[in-house]
């Protein structure tokens, strides 16, 4: 039996009109460095993308047999097995090392054994204790779960940021070997309200480990902050196996260091705020730290299919989806539910993934390699992607962009098509052109002070260079606009997301879903088919990274 959709009366017309309207995207004005060739095949195609098969798809990898898919548990085995089955029955190839389905990932859970004890000793010697969780928090990095070190000269780094293109640095040509950094939360307020990738924990730790750094400190300006870092440094955390970080982190209170760090610090934080430090500016005093804590080794794995290109097999065009949720609560609701079965988190992305690997098996052959990357422990930390991007199985070098589907967009029709960070890379220009065809408009996704370009996976691609995009869900409905579309969405975050409420429905609304995977594939293949390479905007924070690597792309 054929279930009924929401989108069946509505989008079927839409859609059929969309075939015919795509034949003038050829004679549209082209993106900077997008060959026409490339748009007139795209634009010729015609993917098929089926709601029922979706809906299947999401039915059973959200159901209570999959416990949540938790990574290394019995979630992960089914998963892995559905994904590497659907592949298999639509002949794709698995894309992993030595034609391996999977990417091992090994992850590491830190618990601690007991509070972490902590000594600052001032220039005139005086031994102070700091208690955890009132003055301090701390957490071993993943080297080692044991850390006790004795009388770390300690320094402080403004915002810990190095942003040459835009006259940032705090600092400066100064060896840290050794040493604890004390950085900022965030980044300056002269980059602006919008978070951006200097003021990301990625950027500052990377900064910290170039000079030798031992460990980094955040200090948290903000009560609230301060009271979510102290709880938080009670419970037990997941980081990747062999991941490049200091020996230690952790955070303090403006009142500590105020306390500790006297008019010194005071001098520097008015100087750090003003502008880049230039150098670190040394405290007068000595930290000791003394971590315990064990440590579990959970064995999970992200799953690889590909398609090779005909012409260039050794450049890629990326789309990925994380297939893990969150597993089980800690106690049944009133109704006796205990799973999080993250339907729209992120089942539906899962399912979106399969389904555009049938419509590029199906369609014209790519002529760049089309890698579908299911990545573990996203909701853990991003670490599937970050395992992939520090050992990817494509070189990041010569991955021409990353495509994210995170949550598809379960709405009627919108006239927006919401992407996070909007104004970042010229994938967003060549999505416009299509987007167009649609009626539709390429948008923010109006929560910028959220910098949710930094929350899911296409940002670890970002952070080692590549082009990455990640669609949302509009709010600008065809019908009703945005007095409409807000608060439909702002409901079903309230209602769904991460709530033990994220269960298969039959009464999805596909529209906006399909308008999306529609526009997404052929983005996909106008880049896979072009002999050119996908740039990042001039004021996006990701050049530099890029131009490191522009020899490989010649």
Not at 321 to 338: E, L, S
Not at 494 to 515: M, S, V
Request: aromatic fraction near 10%; glycine fraction near 10%.
């Amino acid at each position: 039996m054929i279930r009924r959709f929401p989108f069946a009366a509505s989008a079927l017309p839409m859609l059929a009109a969309l075939a015919l309207a795509l034949s003038a995207c050829a004679t549209a004005p082209l993106p900077a460095g997008a060959p026409a060739d490339a748009f007139a095949v795209a634009s010729a195609a015609t993917p098929q993308f089926s709601a029922p098969r979706l809906s299947d798809h999401i039915k059973y990898l959200a159901s209570d047999e999959l416990e949540g898919r938790f990574p290394g548990q019995v979630g992960e085995r089914l998963t892995l097995a559905y994904l590497q089955a659907q592949y298999e029955a639509m002949g794709v190839e698995p894309g992993g090392r030595d034609g391996s389905w999977l990417q091992p990932v090994d992850l590491v859970r830190f618990t601690p054994a007991r509070a972490p004890a902590a000594t600052w000793t001032g220039a005139d010697g005086v031994a102070v204790a700091l208690t955890s969780g009132t003055d301090i928090t701390l957490r071993a990095g993943p080297a080692d779960p044991q850390v006790k070190l004795d009388g770390l000269p300690v320094v402080f780094a403004g915002y810990g940021v190095v942003a040459p293109e835009r006259g940032w640095d705090d600092y400066g040509p100064g060896d840290l070997t050794g040493k604890v950094v004390v950085v900022l939360r965030g980044q300056p307020a002269a980059m602006g309200a919008e978070p951006n990738f200097y003021g990301s924990p990625t950027h500052k730790m990377q900064e910290a480990l170039k000079r030798g750094a031992v460990g980094v400190i955040t200090l948290e300006e903000e009560a609230g902050r301060w009271r979510r870092a102290a709880g938080g440094a009670t419970r037990p955390q997941m980081t990747v196996k062999g991941a490049r970080e200091t020996r230690f982190t952790g955070a303090i209170n403006m009142d500590t260091a105020q306390r500790l760090g006297g008019s010194g610090l005071a001098q520097a934080l008015t100087r750090a705020k003003a502008g880049g430090l230039g150098g670190a500016a040394p405290l007068a005093g000595r930290l000791s730290v003394d971590i315990d804590e064990t440590i579990e080794v959970i064995r999970s794995n992200n799953l690889l299919a590909r398609i090779p290109g005909t012409r260039r097999p050794d450049e890629y065009v990326v789309y990925s989806a994380h297939w893990d949720h969150v597993g089980k609560a800690r106690q049944p609701d009133a109704t006796g539910d205990i799973i999080y079965n993250g339907a729209w988190d992120n089942a539906s992305g899962t399912a979106a993934l399969i389904e555009m690997a049938r419509a590029f098996k199906a369609g014209p052959a790519p002529e760049r390699t089309v890698v579908f990357l299911h990545v573990t422990a996203e909701e853990q930390g991003l670490l599937g992607s970050e395992a992939y991007a520090a050992d990817p199985v494509y070189p990041l070098e010569k991955t021409a962009a990353d495509i994210n589907i995170d949550m598809l967009p379960f709405t009627p029709a919108t006239r927006d098509v919401a992407v996070f960070g909007v104004g970042k890379s010229e994938l967003e220009d060549i999505l416009g052109r299509f987007a167009a065809v649609q009626g539709r408009v390429v948008t923010g996704d109006g929560y910028p002070e959220e910098g949710f370009y930094y929350r899911s996976d296409h940002f670890n691609f970002a952070a080692g260079g590549v082009p990455a995009l990640m669609p949302w869900t509009g709010r600008d409905f065809v019908e009703g606009g945005g007095a409409a579309g807000k608060p439909y969405y702002e409901a079903q975050m309230a209602r769904y997301y991460h709530k033990l409420t994220d269960e298969w429905r039959a009464d999805y609304d596909f529209t906006a879903a399909l308008q999306n995977l529609d526009l997404l594939y052929r983005l996909g293949l106008t880049v896979a088919d072009s002999t050119t390479w996908p740039a990042w905007k001039p004021t996006a924070e990701f050049n530099a990274i890029r131009d490191r690597s522009a020899d490989q792309r010649r």
